[in-house]
């Protein structure tokens, strides 16, 4: 049932005032956990809004009919934690941010009809045709994937530098039998990056992984028997397909469900494993590079790495493969603690990950950006609100953007650090200066400054 509110400076007062209150508890009780290590005796606080839930959906609609974005977000600061967002939102899967500040997004999921906005300020452009998006490392190129070609572009608005078809159209043995007829909607494209010169990108999908050029297309073999596992009736499905590319174009990262961490080096023009590890916990699902991480002479396991994560339902793990440990026909066990691995998380199903000189940021299905070094210790955290989808950054690192599965991006700001050591982290050298943010849940000193929502069967919305 909708409360009723006398005006709606009644109502803001009410969201305004009783969201501090509960942000202001919740970080403290967060507080003895995380910094002073202690358990609460306390039981979790909760909020005391969840009835203006129907209210300030209605004032987000009527103030965006209205655009007036600034007067919404002054009155009902953005916040997740009071409102139920199940079957009212489409994920968004992924987000660029690009280096005048606009946004390139795709809304929906893999297994489902994909669009894709450019959004500037408060205004989204819908384009035309376009399923996804990917790009290269340093985002110089940028992919559109369409139903019948993938397009590559230098940035965004920049000219065409190569076109790729389908790799039906290449026709070739083995793996890809039976698969002549399907565009890139039927392949099922789970992910796209595009490799540092732009003359090639790789796909993860769901007939498996893929290596594009211009006159041909190169299946890379993740599970064992692979070449019979495409059925006629197509039956068979690669499961959480992964792929990234080193920055440098060295190496390539690959991975499904019932396969190893591949990591591969094109060697006389083949992409030959270099490097298996055994995940720590079953199903692989993502893999990034590190290469900010500086290597350290007197700390083992640092320098350039590349995150390997695995998710089953009853355990999910993160790992790190320091590159400097690779020797030839590597093999390591992550399930049997290798002390060649660096060992980052034991239990969060991650989604997506950022990259820091220290780390990493994950993004996980519970909801939280968890920040941790590469051997695993907690810096901090960042309440999202949902599945986090995708992480990208400003080319000054001031700026961070996240796509959530529950329909929304949020951008974040840290240009206000904490004073001490310009820190990213409240803990106890600074928890005396107050919070950056008072409707986040975080230690960190991210501040929401701006939403773009996704409801179904509405236009986006901005808070």
Not at 48 to 62: E, P
Not at 71 to 98: A, M, Y
Not at 326 to 336: D, I
Not at 339 to 364: E, H, M
Request: with cysteine.
């Amino acid at each position: 049932m909708q409360t009723e509110f006398a005006s709606i400076i009644e109502a803001s007062q009410r969201w305004i005032n009783e969201g501090k209150s509960f942000k202001d508890k919740l970080n403290n009780w967060l507080d003895e956990i995380y910094i002073d290590k202690v358990k609460p005796d306390t039981p979790c606080p909760e909020d005391t809004r969840k009835d203006m839930t129907a209210f300030v959906m209605d004032q987000i609609y009527y103030h965006n009919e209205d655009g007036e974005f600034d007067k919404l977000r002054q009155l009902f600061p953005p916040d997740n934690d009071p409102i139920d967002w199940t079957g009212i939102t489409e994920c968004v899967s992924q987000v660029i941010i690009l280096p005048d500040m606009r946004l390139v997004t795709t809304i929906g999921d893999w297994y489902e009809p994909r669009r894709v906005y450019l959004i500037s300020e408060n205004t989204f452009e819908l384009q035309p045709d376009v399923l996804m998006i990917g790009k290269s490392f340093d985002k110089k190129y940028i992919a559109r994937v369409y139903a019948d070609y993938i397009e590559v572009t230098e940035g965004w608005d920049g000219h065409s530098i190569k076109t790729f078809a389908s790799p039906s159209t290449y026709g070739l043995k083995g793996p890809k039998d039976g698969l002549s007829n399907l565009n890139f909607t039927e392949f099922g494209i789970q992910q796209i990056v595009v490799f540092p010169n732009g003359q090639r990108v790789a796909i993860a999908t769901s007939k498996g992984i893929f290596v594009l050029e211009e006159q041909t297309s190169h299946f890379i073999e993740t599970e064992e028997n692979s070449s019979h596992t495409h059925r006629e009736e197509f039956t068979f499905r690669y499961d959480y397909p992964h792929v990234d590319v080193s920055p440098d174009g060295k190496y390539m990262i690959t991975g499904t469900q019932s396969s190893p961490h591949l990591l591969f080096e094109e060697i006389n023009g083949q992409w030959t494993t270099i490097a298996t590890v055994e995940p720590r916990s079953s199903y692989p699902n993502l893999a990034r590079f590190n290469t900010t991480i500086e290597e350290e002479p007197d700390t083992e396991n640092s320098g350039p790495q590349v995150l390997l994560c695995s998710c089953h339902i009853s355990r999910s793990a993160s790992i790190a493969l320091p590159l400097a440990n690779l020797t030839p026909n590597f093999y390591a066990s992550g399930y049997n603690a290798d002390p060649t691995l660096n060992y980052i998380d034991d239990r969060k199903w991650v989604f997506s990950a950022g990259l820091y000189q220290w780390g990493y940021a994950l993004g996980c299905n519970d909801g939280y950006m968890w920040f941790r070094d590469y051997y695993g210790n907690l810096y901090g955290y960042l309440h999202i609100g949902g599945t986090v989808m995708d992480i990208d950054y400003s080319p000054d690192r001031t700026k961070m953007v996240v796509a959530s599965y529950i329909g929304q991006i949020t951008v974040y700001d840290c240009t206000e650090l904490f004073h001490e050591n310009e820190d990213l982290f409240r803990d106890e050298t600074n928890r005396q200066e107050r919070r950056k943010d008072d409707f986040a849940i975080t230690n960190t000193c991210y501040k929401d400054i701006k939403r773009y929502l996704f409801w179904k069967e509405n236009p986006p919305l901005v808070w």
